[in-house]
């Protein structure tokens, strides 16, 4: 074998290991779904377990179908998820257009740095601060404490991508509004918003499915409850705290309890991801076209 | 007479500043206000014990709440070795995916493999938890710890197999950071000017010397970067370690062994803790671990920002 066959050789196996990697890289993805939807679905076709709430654990005798469910985690999830969204998407969305539309501005650099940074900070540490913001001085758990904790997280996503979808807006766009003679803000809000629609409700959907995913910053703010409660000011349950606490259990029938409900949890933020990525999709090859 | 170079270029900025770019300027601020927020309560929180322990919180191996001796060591530990070991496992992938996903062939292939990645990025870590709990760790008890501690076993911080501990969460981090890995990878490959990817193959290069030798060290910072933003994503990930570390506030003698991390004593015992003391020193170690990803991410966004003008940093 003379030296290029050699190097075509080494080229060609190191290019196949690349593609092995990747495809190891998948595995993961393939086995958490097969197991979550395997293990899941037995306790989720049952319609009992999005109408009732949560039952002592059976053991040993549970009945052939089990009555327990989860609503009380779904709605909680969605009452605390809202009331997130209401917080975070306003700011959000104005704090994006600040940092598209105003780039030169020094300022903006350290806003875009502290949105990275956090992006990254520890879920964890969101909750201890909503604690002690929010729980510490009313002397007891509250969903809001927790939505607060879940606004945290969602308000640096929602800037960064509502920032990336008004920057695809072509500068013609905003040229002819303030050749028109429009001050800035209308020129902001009711020319290049509306156009960059689809990519911040993008970024806003992909903040929701987060937030809809997170555990460790409920655990100490919204607590948990055993029964459907909705009072924003009292302890809530969430989808992910379920999958947490009842994982834990040593009780076969709350553990599939949990994987049921891990099953509802990633339909729901695989579905929303899935969505607003179509959007943003269409988005592009939209602004494409301009 | 020469002519002098040195007019600066006119920076055409739409405006002078009005109202309205107040008014947003004033909105956003809210991050960066809510970043120092956030330390300054977990501070203030923390005074009982940062006041009573000093400087000892942090090489103190106790955790006994009953005496009220508190130490950070263990959790620190803990955190720093599973973040490292997790980058270990993830680091090779990871580049090796951004690099197939850099590549301007195989289009269907990366389409796949691209929203594959997304929605790994996107599964909620209670599932990776529960997952890890019910599946991995068992698993790899089974098929890799049993095997290596029966062959190596006699080195000792590869014996004692446990089916929780220090490995299985590593494991299970590794997967958690592989997204983010990729994704800043990618963008940092693709950044590479396509000139100096073209110069070496036109000088002859096969594809594995123009990765290896031209694309790869070009993207070094770049990379560099990314693997330290996994790192800080891995010391702060809280559910999915709890579910499978094990929980036991020791430094282990082995990697199969239970241990603890920073993140997970807090979502194990917060709610549990009673007293002055206590918590304050559960919010201290919420404070170690806030500071120490503040640096790492930090240290990180400068890295890709030099490599890439417009990373998506997001993802």
């Given at each position: 074998m003379n030296r290029n066959q050699r190097r075509s050789y080494v080229s060609r196996w190191w290019l196949g290991l690349m593609y092995a990697l990747t495809l190891l890289a998948l595995v993961p993805l393939g086995l958490v779904l097969w197991f979550t939807i395997v293990k899941g679905l037995p306790s989720v076709i049952h319609p009992q377990f999005f109408f009732n709430s949560e039952l002592p654990p059976c053991e040993p005798r549970c009945p052939?179908?089990?009555?327990?469910?989860?609503s009380h985690a779904i709605v909680g999830t969605g009452i605390m998820v809202g009331i997130a969204s209401l917080m975070a998407i306003p700011i959000g969305v104005l704090g994006g257009i600040y940092l598209s539309e105003?780039?030169?501005?020094?300022?903006s650099n350290w806003v875009r740095l502290a949105s990275d940074v956090l992006v990254g900070t520890p879920s964890i540490a969101i909750g201890l601060f909503a604690y002690a913001f929010l729980v510490v001085p009313f002397h007891h758990f509250s969903a809001f404490s927790g939505s607060v904790a879940l606004a945290v997280l969602m308000l640096p996503i929602i800037i960064r991508t509502t920032e990336g979808a008004v920057a695809l807006i072509p500068n013609g766009l905003r040229e002819s509004g303030l050749a028109l003679g429009l001050p800035r803000w209308r020129v902001s809000l009711q020319l290049i918003l509306p156009a960059a629609a689809p990519g911040v409700i993008t970024g806003a959907l992909l903040s929701v499915a987060r937030a809809a995913g997170e555990t460790a910053p409920l655990?100490?703010?919204?607590?948990?409850?055993h029964i459907l409660e909705v009072d924003p000011t009292g302890p809530m349950q969430a989808l992910p705290v379920t999958v947490f606490k009842y994982a834990l259990l040593p009780y076969k029938s709350l553990q599939n309890q949990a994987w049921g409900a891990a099953l509802v949890l990633i339909i729901m933020v695989l579905g929303i991801n899935l969505i607003s990525r179509w959007i943003l999709r269409r988005q592009i090859a939209l602004a494409g076209q301009l | 007479m020469a002519v002098r170079a040195e007019a600066k270029p006119v920076v055409v900025t739409s405006?002078?500043?009005?109202g309205f770019q107040w008014l947003v300027g004033a909105v956003a601020t809210a991050v960066p206000a809510l970043l120092v927020v956030i330390v300054l309560t977990l501070l203030q929180q923390a005074m009982p014990a940062i006041q009573h322990y000093g400087p000892r919180f942090l090489v103190n191996t106790d955790w006994n709440p009953v005496t009220e001796s508190f130490g950070a060591l263990p959790a620190i530990f803990g955190t720093v070795f599973t973040a490292f070991l997790a980058l270990v496992f993830a680091v090779p992938v990871g580049i090796a995916v951004a690099v197939v996903l850099a590549e301007p062939s195989h289009t269907t292939l990366r389409g796949f493999v691209g929203t594959g990645i997304e929605l790994l990025a996107a599964i909620p870590s209670v599932v990776y938890g529960i997952w890890a709990l019910y599946v991995l760790a068992p698993w790899s008890y089974e098929h890799i710890e049993v095997p290596i501690s029966d062959h190596l076993g006699f080195i000792g911080w590869l014996?004692?197999?446990?089916?929780?501990?220090l490995f299985s969460a590593s494991l299970v981090l590794a997967v958690m950071v592989l997204p983010t890995l990729t994704a800043i990878s990618r963008d940092v490959i693709k950044a590479v000017p396509r000139g100096l990817k073209e110069n070496a193959v036109a000088l002859g290069a096969t594809w594995w010397e123009t990765t290896w030798r031209v694309i790869l060290p070009s993207a070094r910072a770049g990379i560099f970067g990314a693997t330290i933003l996994a790192l800080g994503r891995a010391l702060g990930e809280t559910i999915a370690v709890t579910m499978v570390i094990?929980?036991?506030y020791v430094i282990p003698h082995s990697i199969f062994q239970p241990a603890y991390t920073l993140a997970s004593v807090i979502a194990n015992e917060f709610t549990e803790a009673t007293g002055t003391l206590y918590p304050a020193a559960l919010i201290e170690l919420g404070l170690v671990l806030i500071l120490v990803t503040l640096v790492v991410n930090v240290l990180a966004l400068l890295l890709v920002r030099s490599s890439t003008r417009e990373a998506r940093l997001t993802a």
């Open positions: 052939l179908v089990s009555e327990a469910g989860v105003y780039r030169v501005a020094p300022w655990l100490f703010t919204a607590f948990g409850a | 405006r002078p500043r009005d014996g004692s197999p446990a089916p929780r501990g094990g929980n036991a």
